[in-house]
């Protein structure tokens, strides 16, 4: 009696989700997925990292305008130094000559105060210095006498101050957009090595934990200032 060989249908040899050499539709539908990731994740790597450049950007000019900003305050302090020095000279003048007797040069130094000197000057006068044990030193510690180079030399310590401020607050947008692109770069590995895994429960579950990593990553760029 001729020996009967026993053959298995075809469909039953072949994997379940592959037919005719195709992947089956879920098979499609996780590429698909992993596809879609990878390809949100590379945008949003490209968009954080544009971000970051732009904030590094501002940073380093914010950070620049007070440096500037600061060397002029200190050349009007520097400037309000001088002058006060010359008022004290020209005072000390007129002093030596009033104590002297001497009204022609006394005259001759009042002539020589600054424009802004003589309101402090005459407000130290109204106090009789001469006779009056409580009055003031000199013109130099009247409230009248404030150089005006002073308040400019505030007001750009001031404007320093703020541009500094912003500077550092670009620096941490730059640092948060740079620590966003971790997220995005989790996602891409997840999703890549999706790709190759063949048992499908781990394969669906790397690909939910990659697109969690995009949501997360997307909520916390949302969270961000835009440039």
């Known amino acids: 009696m001729p020996h009967v060989h026993a053959h298995a249908p075809h469909e039953l040899t072949e994997p379940p989700e592959h037919e005719h050499g195709r992947p089956s539709r879920s098979e499609r539908a996780l590429e698909f997925c992993a596809v879609l990731l990878l390809s949100l ?6 968009w954080s990292g544009y971000q970051a450049a732009l904030w590094a950007g501002k940073q380093s000019q914010h950070y620049a305008q007070a440096s500037t ?9 520097t400037r309000a130094g001088q002058l006060r020095i010359d008022d004290l000279l020209i005072f000390n003048g007129w002093l030596e000559a009033h104590n002297a007797g ?4 006394e005259a001759i130094y009042e002539r020589r105060f600054r424009a802004r000197f003589v309101p402090a ?3 130290w006068l109204a106090e009789r210095p001469f006779t009056n044990r409580r009055a003031r030193p000199s013109p130099l510690y009247m409230p009248q006498y404030h150089p005006v180079e002073l308040s400019r030399a505030d007001a750009l310590d001031e404007r320093a101050d703020v541009r500094y401020e912003e500077g550092t607050a670009a620096k941490e947008n730059d640092d948060k957009y740079i620590l966003s692109t971790v997220f995005f770069a989790a996602v891409l590995f997840f999703s890549g ?5 063949d048992w499908r429960p781990l394969r669906i579950a790397v690909l939910a934990f990659g697109g969690t990593m995009l949501l997360s990553g997307f909520v916390f760029v949302l969270t961000l200032p835009g440039e």
């Open 41 to 46: 994740a590379t945008l949003a790597t490209a």
């Open 69 to 77: 900003l600061r060397i002029h305050a200190q050349e009007q302090s």
């Open 193 to 197: 090595i999706s790709l190759r895994l």
């Open 121 to 123: 000057f005459r407000a």
């Open 102 to 105: 001497n009204h022609q040069l």
